[in-house]
């Protein structure tokens, strides 16, 4: 993150949430009818407009990647919910809807959104603008990953460290140092039992097959020309040792092929993934 701008590659992940809802075939994969709204006016009609581009297979498979880690989440928050989990935190927000279409009460979920100041700035505008209310189920907490400890955030939203939580930390790890990801992971992993994290991490280069090794050059370069590059890799291994160590419990961790199978079986409209070079995990206390 560049000082005092908001995030760049929110506003990527964002568009193709949205590119999701008006281009792909029903029932859609994440079913977010605030992502076309939130970036403004005009929004529909610029993404009709490059919908020729957005159908190639590496936007399909990136558009299919950001989809299915936020469905992903969503469906074990419901779970985590179910087991009278009263506290969502989703860090690293971004331009993340959750919080505005969420369907339970103040009592049954109370939602905290983590992101830098200045990220969370530029999204109260874009909510403004387009008139999508701030439910009182939702606290904001500004955090910088690598200057500030989570803990100290969310203490001063209004989070209760007493009681269980479910984390959602989506399109952060990849761009932490190895201290900030353990620091992150280690103070979820503190919460009292019940509480879990969904995210995903990026697999090093050397890792990949030919052609992942190429898919993740593109995006790295992109990243990195926004001002925000990828400086962490796990392999699933080192992955496992890292949770093991936190002190999770319970692990899932879901390859591009098993996404594939649990949220695109059966899609004409070529929305899948493609390669290794992430992992999306969910892991309990």
Known sequence: MLEGVPSRTALGVARRRAAHQLLDDHPLVLNDPLAVPILGPGAADRIRANAEKDRQPFSLAMRAFVVARSRYAEDHLYQAVLKNVRQYVVLGAGLDTFAYRNPLS????????????????WKRRLLASANIRVPRTLAFASVDFERQTLEEGLAAAGFCSEQPAFFSWLGVTPYLTLKAFRSTLRFIASRPPGTGVT???????????????????LIAARVEKAG????LFFTPEQMRDELDDAGFSTVEGLSCREINVRYFQGRRDGLRLYGEAAKLTTAWV
Do not use: I
């Not at 103040?106 to 700035?121: G, I, N, P, S």
């Open 228 to 231: 925000e590059p990828f400086r």
């Open 199 to 217: 995210f995903e991490y990026a697999m090093p280069r050397e890792s990949l097959t030919f052609q992942g090794k190429l898919a993740l050059d």
């Open 106 to 121: 103040a009592e049954q979920l109370r939602v905290y959104e983590v992101d830098h100041a200045a990220t969370q700035q």
